[in-house]
């Protein structure tokens, strides 16, 4: 056989000499692309592993503590995700795997598509990171001037720069206190400017850590009205211990506890997947508690307890000496319209109504059965 014949034998592509391998890689690199297009973050079986003694310090019993044992979750571009869950429950130490201020001990994760451990610097260019405190400006400096070094490090140019820090003042509400210097500024003012700090270089995507821990109820409103504009222009993972924060602004949650995530969705589906019980309290003018009533109450009970839809009903009596009516239902509209109904043939008259519907900490207490102050993890 000439040489001519055996370089016409061989294959002339990777993808004849390998075709299994180019199909799958292929393949990957595809389905990489696309969720990259999809979703803003990608974390996948993210694990972080702290070990003590051992070899570094020998005179030490070596030990491990699992911070983060297996978090998985997506989250679409141009969206508000949130990650809740008790102190200690992980939820820093994913933001900082996500952010690449920690190595993760196992898993992946991506950001705009670009992996946390092979693409540092081009992470952080998509990111704008908020954790939060008093540290983080020069306090000698005023807001305009800690802006625009900031600016110089992103590598930002002047005109930009001039521009972006004018903006983001704005943004945030300190255009008024700009050339005062950042120690004479209050907890929230620090807040807001921390925020205007991440969003200097426009980035597409913000990570926030417990932004409005803190601030008082004014500061944290101002402070959400900022964050809720955002979308869809950008896409924000936050973390947080304020429920209706997280159901006011979160398309889409997951809660974190041991170090996994234990439960996923939106508010609403994770407040119907626990089945809290939904409450309608009718305060009525006369009292039925009173010696000599009893009769007249137990049969008014038994009638509302007769209302479709009505599981249970309790009276209490009322601060001002009427009678607190509460109907423990299925839906809480019908319920309402028919003990209204049912009072106005008795001409009982109705004082006042409240309908408790569930709240998002109830769903998060019934999914972890502990609070926020509970704590097994070092969440560092």
């Not at 889409?252 to 041991?258: E, H, P, S, W, Y």
């Amino acid at each position: 056989m000439t040489m001519t014949s055996i370089r016409d034998s061989l294959p002339a592509t990777a993808d004849e000499l390998f075709p299994t391998q180019t199909a799958t890689h292929a393949a990957a690199t595809y389905d990489r692309d696309r969720r990259a297009r999809e979703h803003a973050i990608v974390a996948s079986h993210l694990r972080r592993v702290y070990r003590k003694g051992g070899r570094l310090l020998p005179y030490r019993a070596a030990s491990e503590t699992v911070a983060v044992a297996d978090v998985s979750f997506a989250v679409p571009r141009g969206t508000i995700f949130g990650l809740l869950g008790p102190n200690g429950a992980g939820k820093t130490t994913t933001i900082k795997m996500l952010s690449t201020l920690l190595v993760p001990s196992g898993g992946t994760a991506t950001i705009a598509g670009w992996d946390v451990t092979r693409d540092e610097r081009q992470v952080r260019r998509q990111l704008g990171v908020v954790l939060g405190g008093d540290r983080g400006f020069y306090a000698k400096l005023s807001a305009w001037d800690n802006l625009v070094l900031f600016g110089n490090l992103y590598g930002m140019t002047a005109p930009s720069i001039r521009r972006r820090t004018a903006e983001m003042l704005a943004l945030v509400g300190l255009d008024d206190r700009r050339t005062e210097r950042v120690e004479g500024y209050s907890r929230g003012m620090k807040q807001r400017l921390h925020l205007a700090r991440a969003l200097l270089h426009d980035p597409p995507i913000l990570v926030l850590d417990e932004p409005s821990i803190g601030l008082d109820p004014a500061a944290a409103v101002d402070l959400r009205r900022v964050v809720a504009a955002l979308v869809p222009a950008h896409t924000v993972l936050l973390t947080t211990h304020d429920m209706a924060e997280a159901d006011l602004l979160c398309d889409d949650i997951a809660i974190v506890d041991g170090g996994r995530i234990v439960a996923q969705g939106t508010p609403a589906r994770l407040k119907e997947r626990v089945g809290v019980t939904r409450r309608v309290v009718v305060a009525t003018a006369q009292s039925l508690l009173r010696a000599g009533t009893d009769r007249d109450a137990g049969d008014l009970r038994r009638c509302l307890a007769s209302v479709i839809g009505v599981r249970e009903v309790t009276a209490d009596a009322g601060p001002d000496g009427g009678t607190a009516w509460t109907l423990d239902c299925d839906e809480t509209a019908a319920a309402l319209d028919g003990a209204l109904s049912l009072l106005r043939a008795r001409n009982i008259a109705v004082r006042g109504v409240r309908v408790l519907e569930p709240t998002l900490e109830d769903a998060f207490l019934a999914i972890t059965g502990r609070g926020f102050e509970s704590c097994t993890i070092s969440d560092i």
